[in-house]
């Protein structure tokens, strides 16, 4: 096995050893690119840390795996859409402009949380490990049910989907008694 | 096809053109249209979730050193470096290559997969059956179902560590390997395959620490010997 296929392996697999290794080594590169921007010392570092957290996840969704750049080219392209993201949202920049199109997902409407979504974090925390592993698998490491089928061992798709079905139903009775009562 | 199925294959991202038009017909209906809203909440939240423990983790790498004499540190630490780089220029051990070259996946000497037709399969025979077709993941969930259930069965530990070296899960078997007390049948191969994590995740002090250990008396002295040479 090449070292980027590890690396595709260690980030897929949560790998914290991966992830510590990666983020040493690229953090003065990056530092020393986004000095540029306009940013201060803080938001760089925190602009840094999202890139990060954005190749690991998209790494989790599969994103990485025909990649036809090195790990490192593809993590600096989500670094510098992740800067010009953030001049934007503080209103420094208008246009996104000059960013070249890679397989890379980032919605960033999650980063708003509204007292509903913060009620249901803490229904869906509550949930029996698997339900909540079930649940993280589909919806945010983006498996489809055959691939949860095999990951949790379970029987068939039929009981992978039922198991899916049951926790998602669960969770929305909480959140109903929760509202109402 | 049912609604809860096309609301999967949305978050799937596999609607055929056909199912999308579908879809966006459906959503004109109130039940329908809160059944997806609700599920694009969990997603939501999950995303949320993972993403704050994820960069919450990130933050700790940051503080682990300390941020007085830092300039100090960094200062030195170049000199150091560059003194190293320079009596070492050309003959630096490539850690990958050497790991590649002594790692060997762990026998399985448990159980044999070889079997009478009536026997029904033990949770042991099925974990090694998966081992040798080399898919760990699974193998791993049975020996985590067997360390469960009957924690004194040490070979769980010790093929549990293993795989998670096989899956690139370095934390994982580091954990395993330094956090268990072994007895002696697995003492020197544990020592060994630390040795050969800590080559592996870049950490030569770590692992000539582990060689060390394994040169005295171990049954991988020899191979021992010959990588601390190497690394020399």
Not at chain 1, 90 to 99: G, N, P, V
Not at chain 1, 147 to 170: D, G
Not at chain 2, 86 to 107: H, R
Not at chain 2, 160 to 168: H, R
Request: net charge negative; with cysteine.
């Amino acid at each position: 096995m090449n070292k980027e296929t590890q690396i595709i392996i260690g980030l897929k697999n949560g790998d914290e050893r991966t992830i510590h290794s990666l983020y040493k080594a690229y953090k003065p590169e990056f530092l020393a690119f986004a000095s540029k921007y306009n940013l201060t010392a803080d938001d760089l570092l925190d602009v840094y840390q999202d890139a990060m957290v954005a190749l690991c996840e998209n790494a989790k969704k599969g994103n990485l795996e025909n990649l036809n750049s090195t790990v490192k080219t593809y993590f600096f392209s989500i670094g510098k859409y992740m800067i010009f993201a953030r001049l934007k949202k503080k209103k420094q920049l208008f246009a996104m402009e000059d960013l070249e199109t890679f397989p890379f997902e980032w919605e960033d409407e999650y980063e708003e949380m509204d007292e509903e979504i913060v009620i249901l974090k803490n229904l869906f925390k509550n949930l029996g490990e698997q339900c909540q592993q079930i649940l993280r698998l589909f919806y945010y490491e983006e498996k489809n049910l055959d691939e949860i089928t095999v990951l949790m061992n379970y029987e068939n798709k039929n009981v992978a989907k039922t198991q899916k079905y049951r926790c998602i139903k669960y969770l929305k009775q909480l959140f109903k008694d929760r509202n109402n009562g | 096809m049912d609604k809860n199925e096309l609301i999967q294959k949305y978050f799937e991202k596999s609607l055929s053109p056909e199912e999308a038009a579908m879809f966006e017909n459906l959503l004109a209906d109130k039940e329908f249209a809160d059944e997806v809203a609700f599920q694009k909440k969990i997603k939501k939240v999950i995303t949320h979730e993972e993403r704050a423990t994820l960069k919450d983790k990130l933050r700790t790498f940051e503080n682990q050193k300390t941020s007085t004499d830092k300039w100090w540190y960094a200062a030195a630490s170049v000199f150091v470096l560059l003194g190293t780089a320079i009596w070492f220029m050309g003959q630096k051990p490539d850690y990958d290559t050497l790991y590649a070259s002594y790692y060997e996946t762990y026998p399985n000497v448990i159980a044999p997969v070889v079997r009478n037709n009536n026997d029904t399969i033990t949770d042991t025979e099925k974990a090694f059956a998966y081992y040798e077709k080399q898919d760990y993941n699974k193998a791993l969930e049975i020996f985590q179902t067997i360390i469960r259930t009957s924690p004194q069965e040490e070979y769980a530990q010790f093929y549990s560590a293993i795989s998670y070296m096989e899956l690139a899960k370095f934390s994982e078997a580091s954990k395993i390997l330094s956090g268990t007390n072994w007895s002696k049948k697995y003492a020197d191969d544990a020592i060994w395959y630390l040795a050969l994590l800590e080559l592996k995740t870049d950490n030569p002090d770590a692992s000539r620490k582990f060689l060390l250990e394994a040169s005295k008396t171990s049954r991988y002295q020899k191979e021992s010997l010959e990588l601390l040479k190497k690394l020399d």
